[in-house]
């Protein structure tokens, strides 16, 4: 049937309606499942390539010692330039890049500037996380059974290491930090990982 | 495609969803606005607070504070539990001292004046070499024709700025524009003491205040407060009963259980009227010997013309206003008042600031003696001479007389240097002293200000050396009024300064310069930090106090730690007999106020300014927290306001918001209009502290601001006896202009509530009889 | 730790009596909950932010005339008006009696403004702006409320948050300094204390017109106001009577049936006016 004159732009309209629709669920839907959406996931460039691998999965530094405010207050921190130099003012890398990079640190160091590292994970501004007291609970030995994020048993307490792993992954391995990469670290995240555990979900422990 | 009302609505939610959906693309710049932590010490634990003890500069009274301090940024101020004075509490005005740490109109670093005197125009130079060589030659040229103008000084700091202007062969004033001078006067006539004393309302059973706003702006009003609240439902005691004599009807009346509305200047004779009642009734307490109080028969006799009966209707009492017949009224006064002991008499503010001010506080002072509450428990507390031997434990102010003197020396020549700190004289002395034009037209003037912010006076200078705040700096205090022992309280500095700031603090140039100049023998320190620890170490050795330590080291850190050293068993003298006939010498300077200018009568009005709740004389006027802070009784913020009975208002036409004009016999200043059925039909009151000419845009009077200096307009009487302003003195005529504005005020803002009163007959039963 | 805590009912009570009307919690507030600066203009629209304020009130006429203060806040309700009217949730009530705003829940209807009779909640009309040196006191403990939402008092309770954690982690009194015995630091059975936790206006109030505690806290100095408090409230929905011209304790507006948790003193008054 051919649509009647009178009923044409209204057609169009329609079509034009669906298709920004159809384009403001797709972005939605993009938002919802990559996180943050539109490539800001990926690892941003930092202005030195650093990579864990080394540092934690060959030698075996706890995260503590650099992320070293991770077990005292809210924020993990990323270490002052003077911490690598606890190592680096003698240890050098084994291939070139790796002396280019570390070189950066120790110029940095001798010129006094801060080596402004890019943050990877990030929570919105009303969200108050704090690192310290999840630490203290999962590595806790008097509380008999722990529930990870996706609600899996602990039995055994974990160590800082571990427990730093339950949310972001297996960060030791990973030449290249990047978000997501191990929890989306959503709302529903926290909250479900809250719940198993039998921790208060009251807005204002997060939000204030 | 037309457009109907239904698509309109249909295209209209389609544009929402988009934007909200283009919204939640986005991040917002501030959610990734986080300071680089690789910019902070390493040792730094961020996230957590740490507390520093330190002292507020806001008030005169200097409060005992703790400062939140976290990742460098001081974040909030909270009173010092342990401080004796304010015990953990604090005024609005204290937690205001972060606003003068991070205000955006801060002076950066030294300037050096470009244009003509007082055009405001400056150019940055460097401290090293021009600010710190251009102070040294002029102070080396013209050190001996100087005058440094300080804020009213106590502790180390005024030890160092006295011996500086001595050193170099100058002068130093303290400058306050409603200064303490008459009330101190009255106290060293009365009590013979040097330093003010505290009273103790807490332990209070009848509060007899004339003019003294002492809950809001009065010398202390942190520790009243404090003391007031125990005062009406304290722990295991009744509620006490306070009577407030007053001009106006100020927050400390609005408080009080009666207000007397009195006549400007007439407290005085009221005070006497009231001895005179005690002691005709022989109602004074037992430990006053009556005859050489009141200096014999031949007192009694002067005491006699200060019947209620006589006083009543000079003071302009009437029967509406004492609920019956005045004489009466004063009658059972002071009869309650001797027998509700331990009872205070209070005077200041407004009631000293007449001509007759240094009368009128003695005559109310000297009630205490009558009812035996001097040196006694819930009574008035003197306090202990300094701890340490030559450093000041109360701060001295010049009078009206020493900034005339001062304003000639400037206009004549004579003085050729002029040293500015923490003073703004040219705001805070009346406009008819022309201080503003001296300076302006003094060609061999040199002005140096330290001041960290552009003000009235600041502006005029020729070289600017900006100052650390409070936050940054050390200090020391003694506090006045103590708690009744000896106190000293210590400042240090909680944060440093922002980078893009690059102030010196002002004690250390003193020292500095003295060096440089050859004048050190009396100020051997390198830095004031040092004299300050040499005051410790000066402690340590007294081996007494509030603090244990086994080293000087350790007692420097516990006493930063602790915020100060006290003493609580050395005490200020508790026996103070009065002077032999001392009620016949007050009497015998018995004056009636004088009101220079327009004459009374016809449609001349009181002029009764008063202290701002939270500017003060104005010296605060730059912190936006405290402009915006609503009068207690007008609600009013950032403007003047003149507050005219609602009558008066009827009378001439005036409705709120109305502009009108006040005009003297000096000037004429323009004001908001705020009638309100408390004030005195034929007085006018406006606050003190607005109206700045130069400076932070907060504090400044600026078109549309409405914000006027009612310094402007005062006569430049003087109270008899100390040379102070008598600021309460003065008449004015008030017109229309004709404009009008919407007040900016909170009053009005919300639906009314329901204010719970319970009527206490048993209290009045209790305290009072014969008013019940 | 985060455990499950004790039960806590958080009430304020305001004693008329010993307020002055000095003004030193609104300062206070503003400085401890980065509310924006209330330029001349907020006030002259009427829509200044004070979480806290104080209002005075006149009674009578030159020269019997008396001005009280009364200091209004969020009365933390417990049948909170506010609340139903909330279309996404965005205040509600949560177990320790305290009304909570979310502020990242809330889209501006402003139907809970609407509803409040105490005229206690504020909506943010503006970006909230400050000068940039200034920014740096701004509380980092406390959210900035963009445009568009609705925000109030909090009981401070990014203070109860914060005095949980220094109870838990660091184990000392944060006013005193002093050192908590490690037992005493589970929150599961230690009752978080006056000292582990006071809003900012408590802590200012120089003439202790304000007093905060738990209301289950039997050791508590004004637990007595709050049990004389809910005894009104019983006697009322009972039908009883309550003789109201001996007791001091009394509620805001309790004839709407709100149930606050801020409990109000009476002011006594000597010489009462007498009332046309």
């Given at each position: 049937?051919?649509?009647?004159r ?7 309209a329609g079509?034009v ?6 384009f403001?669920v ?9 996180n943050p959406?539109f490539g ?5 460039t930092?202005?030195v ?14 995260c503590?010692f650099?992320h070293?405010?991770?077990t ?12 690598c130099?606890?190592c680096?003012?003698d240890?050098?890398g ?8 570390i ?6 160091f001798?010129?006094d ?22 630490i203290r609970y ?19 307490s974990p160590d800082v290491?571990?427990?730093?792993t339950i949310?972001h992954?297996?960060?030791?391995n990973?030449t290249v930090?990047?978000p997501?990469t ?7 995240t926290?909250?479900d990982?809250h719940?198993v555990?039998?921790?208060p979900?009251d ?6 | 495609?037309?457009l109907?009302r239904r698509n309109?609505?249909a295209?209209a ?7 909200v ?6 991040i917002r710049?501030?959610?990734?606005d986080?300071?680089?932590p690789v910019q ?5 634990v ?7 003890a330190s ?5 005169p ?10 990742e460098?940024r001081?974040k ?12 953990g ?6 937690e205001a001292?972060?606003?003068?740490l ?6 950066p ?11 405001g125009e400056?150019?940055?130079?460097n ?5 710190m060589?251009t102070l040294?030659?002029v ?6 024709s100087?005058?440094m ?5 106590r ?5 160092l700025a006295d011996?500086?202007?001595t050193a170099?062969g100058?002068?130093?004033?303290g400058f ?7 009330y101190r ?5 009365v009590?013979q003491?040097d ?6 309302l807490e332990n ?12 809001s702006t009065?010398?202390s009003?942190t520790r009243?407060?404090r003391g ?5 439902q304290g722990e ?5 009963m ?6 106006r009807?100020?927050m400390?009346a609005?408080n009080a259980?009666?207000w007397?509305p009195v006549?400007p200047?007439?407290e005085g004779?009221l005070a006497l ?7 005709a009734e022989?109602l004074?307490?037992?430990?006053v ?5 009141v200096g014999?028969?031949a007192?009694?006799q002067?005491?006699e013309?200060f019947?209620?009966e006589?006083v009543?209707?000079l ?12 004489v ?8 309650s008042?001797a027998?509700n002991?331990?009872?205070?008499a209070?005077?200041?503010g407004?009631?000293g600031a007449q001509?007759?001010?240094?009368f ?5 002072y000297?009630?205490n003696f009558?009812v035996g509450?001097?040196g006694?428990?819930?009574?008035i507390?003197?306090n202990p001479?300094s701890?340490?031997a ?11 007389e020493d900034?005339?003197?001062v304003?000639?020396?400037i ?6 240097l002029l ?5 703004d ?7 008819s ?9 003094a060609?061999?003037?040199f002005?140096v ?7 009235d006076?600041?502006v ?15 200090g020391?205090d ?12 210590m400042q240090?500095?909680v ?5 893009d ?6 004690p250390?140039v ?8 050859g ?5 051997p320190?390198n830095?004031?930090?040092a004299?300050?620890?040499?005051g410790?170490d000066?402690l ?7 603090i244990?330590a086994s ?5 420097w850190?516990?006493l930063?730690k ?5 003493d609580?068993?050395r005490?200020?003298?508790t ?9 016949r010498t007050?009497?015998?300077k018995?004056?009636n106020?004088e009101f ?6 016809g449609?001349?009005?009181y ?8 500017l ?13 802070t609503p009068?207690p ?5 950032w403007q003047?306001?003149?507050e ?8 001439l ?11 003297s016999s000096?000037?004429?200043i323009?004001?908001?209009?705020y ?11 406006v ?6 000419k ?14 006027s200096n009612v ?9 008899q006896?100390?040379g ?6 003065t008449r004015?005529?008030?017109s229309?202009t004709g404009e009008?504005?919407s ?8 639906r009314a ?8 007959e ?9 008013n019940? | 730790?985060v455990?499950?805590?004790i039960n806590h009912?958080?009430g304020?009570?305001?004693d008329?009596?010993r307020c002055t009307?000095?003004?030193?919690c609104?300062?206070a ?5 980065n509310i924006?600066?209330?330029v001349k203009?907020f006030?002259q629209?009427?829509?200044?932010y004070?979480w806290?304020?104080i ?5 009578g006429?030159f ?5 009280r203060f009364?200091?209004?806040?969020c ?6 008006p506010?609340?139903?009217?909330c279309p996404?949730?965005a205040?509600?009530?949560?177990d ?12 501006g ?8 009779p105490?005229s206690?909640?504020m909506?943010n009309?503006?970006e909230?702006q400050?000068p ?5 006191q701004?509380?980092p ?14 009981f401070?309770v990014?203070?109860l948050?914060?005095?949980e ?8 009194e944060p006013?005193t300094?002093?050192?908590?015995p490690?037992a005493d ?7 978080m204390k006056e ?12 003439t202790?017109?304000?007093?905060f505690?738990d ?8 637990k007595e106001y709050f049990?004389e408090?809910?005894e009104q409230i019983?006697?009322?929905?009972h039908?009883?009577h309550v ?8 509620r805001l507006?309790?004839?709407i049936?709100?149930?606050p948790?801020?409990?109000y003193?009476?002011k006594v008054?000597a010489?009462?006016l007498?009332?046309?």
């Open positions: 049937m051919m649509p009647s009178k009923m044409l732009p209204l057609m169009v079509g309606v669906t298709v920004i629709m159809g403001v797709i972005v939605l839907l993009i938002s919802w499942f990559s959406p800001l996931g990926n690892a941003p930092q202005p390539a650093f990579p864990h691998t080394v540092h934690v999965a060959e030698n075996n530094i706890q503590e650099c070293r405010n991770v005292k207050g809210a924020a993990a921190t990323v270490p002052a330039v003077e911490t130099l606890f680096h003012k240890i050098d084994r291939t070139v890049t790796a002396q280019t990079e070189e950066k640190v120790r110029t940095a001798e010129t500037t801060p080596i402004d590292w890019e943050r990877v994970h990030r929570l919105p501004d009303h969200v108050r996380f704090i690192h310290e007291s999840h999962f590595t806790d030995e008097t509380i008999p059974v722990k529930y990870g994020i996706n609600g899996e048993e602990i039995i055994e290491a571990q427990t730093c949310c992954g297996d960060v030791g990973k930090v990047q997501k191990g929890q989306s670290l959503k709302m529903g926290c909250v990982c719940r555990n039998n921790i979900t807005c204002t422990i997060c939000h204030k | 495609m037309k109907t309109f609505l295209w939610g389609l544009g929402a969803v988009g934007a959906a283009c919204e939640g693309f986005g710049d501030g959610e990734l986080i300071q680089s902070l010490p390493e040792d730094l961020r996230g957590n607070d740490n507390w520093y002292l507020c500069r806001t008030c009274s200097c409060e005992g504070i703790v400062i939140r301090v976290m460098g001081a909030m101020v909270q009173g010092n539990p342990y401080y004796p004075t304010n015990q509490k604090i005024h609005a005005r204290c001292g972060l606003q003068a991070y205000h955006p109109d801060r002076i670093t030294a300037m050096r004046r470009s244009g003509p005197r007082g055009s400056f150019l940055p130079v401290w090293q070499p021009n600010g060589d040294k030659d102070l080396r040229a013209n050190g001996s100087s005058v103008i300080t804020a009213p000084l502790g180390h700091m005024a030890l011996r500086f202007a170099i100058g002068e130093r004033l306050e524009a409603i200064d303490n001078n008459t006067a009255a106290v060293k006539s009590f003491q330093s003010l004393p505290d009273f103790e209070s059973k009848f509060i007899l205040s004339f003019g003294a706003d002492f809950l009065w010398v009003p009243f407060n007031y609240g125990e005062f009406r295991g005691r009744d509620r006490g306070f009577y407030q004599v007053d001009s009807f100020s400390t609005a259980d009666k007397l006549r200047g007439w004779y009227s009231l001895a005179q009642v005690i002691i022989d004074q307490d037992d430990s010997d009556v005859a050489s109080f014999g028969d007192g009694i002067v005491l013309t019947r209620p006589v009543a209707p003071a302009g009492l009437t029967s509406e206003m004492t609920g019956g017949n005045p009466e009224f004063l009658k059972n006064l002071a009869r008042f027998a002991g331990p009872s205070i209070i005077g200041g407004s009631a001509s007759n001010g240094l009128n506080l003695e005559a109310i000297a009630l009558l509450s001097v006694k428990k819930g009574g507390r003197f001479p701890p340490w030559d450093v000041p434990n109360s701060s001295t102010a010049g009078s009206l900034w005339t003197r304003t000639e020396q206009r004549s020549g004579q003085t050729k040293l500015l700190h923490g003073a004289p040219v705001h805070g002395l009346p406009d002293l022309q201080l503003r034009d001296a300076i302006a037209q060609d061999d003037l002005v200000s330290f001041s960290p912010f552009l003000d006076t600041s005029m200078a020729d070289l600017i050396l900006p100052d650390r705040v409070s936050l940054e700096d050390w020391d003694i506090s006045e009024p103590g708690p009744g022992y000896q106190i000293v309280g240090q500095p944060v440093n300064p922002l980078s700031l690059d102030p010196l603090s002002f250390d003193l020292l500095t310069m003295a060096q440089e100049l004048k050190d023998s009396d100020l320190w830095n004031y930090k004299m300050l620890r040499e410790s000066a340590f050795n007294l081996n007494r106090g509030s244990e080293s000087a080291d350790e007692f850190n516990n930063l602790r915020g100060g050293w006290w609580e068993l005490n200020g003298p026996s103070i007999r009065p002077a032999d006939g001392l009620l007050i009497a015998g018995a004056a106020p220079n200018g327009i004459a009374a009568g449609d001349s009005l002029l009764v300014p008063f202290a701002h709740n939270t003060l004389d104005g010296y605060n006027g730059h912190l936006p927290w405290l402009q915006a009068d009784l007008s609600t009013v913020t003047t306001w003149v005219l009975n609602d009558t008066t208002a009827d009378r036409g005036v409705k709120e918001g109305d502009i009108l004009r006040i005009e000096k000037d004429s323009r004001a908001v209009a009638p309100t059925p408390a004030a005195p039909p034929d007085t006018v009151s606050p003190f502290g607005q109206g700045r130069h400076g932070s845009d907060y504090a400044t009077d600026r078109p549309g601001n409405e914000s310094m402007d307009i005062l006569e430049t009487t003087q109270v006896g100390t102070s302003l008598a600021w309460a003195g004015v005529r008030v229309k009008s504005v007040i900016a005020k909170l009053e009005g803002d919300a509530v329901e204010i719970g009163i319970l009527p206490s048993e209290i009045i039963k209790t305290i009072a009889p014969e019940a | 730790m455990a499950q805590r009912k958080w304020m009570v305001v008329l009596d009307g000095c003004q030193a609104v300062v507030c503003q400085a401890e909950n924006p600066i209330n203009s006030y629209q009427r829509r200044a004070q806290i304020r209002e005075r009130y006149w009674e006429e020269p019997n005339v008396k001005a009364i200091p209004i806040l009365q933390h309700c417990e049948n909170a506010c609340e139903p009217v996404v949730f205040t509600y009530h949560n320790e009696g305290m009304n909570v705003q979310i502020y990242n829940r809330c889209i209807t402003r139907y809970c403004s609407v509803n409040c105490y206690v909640r909506f009309y503006w909230p400050w940039d040196r200034l920014r740096n701004l509380n403990d406390v959210t900035i409320r963009t445009r568009g939402i609705m925000e109030k008092c909090s401070c990014q203070r948050r914060r005095g954690v220094n109870v838990e982690r660091r184990g000392i006013l300094g002093e050192s908590i490690p630091r589970k929150l599961d059975q230690r009752r000292g582990n936790y006071l809003p900012a206006c408590v802590q200012s109030c120089p202790n017109a304000l007093q505690a209301q289950h806290d039997d050791t508590s100095p004004v049990d408090a809910n019983e006697t009322r929905e039908g009883g003789d109201e011209s001996h007791t001091r304790v009394y507006l309790e004839e049936g709100t149930k948790n801020v409990v003193l009476k008054d010489f009462p007498e009332k046309a």
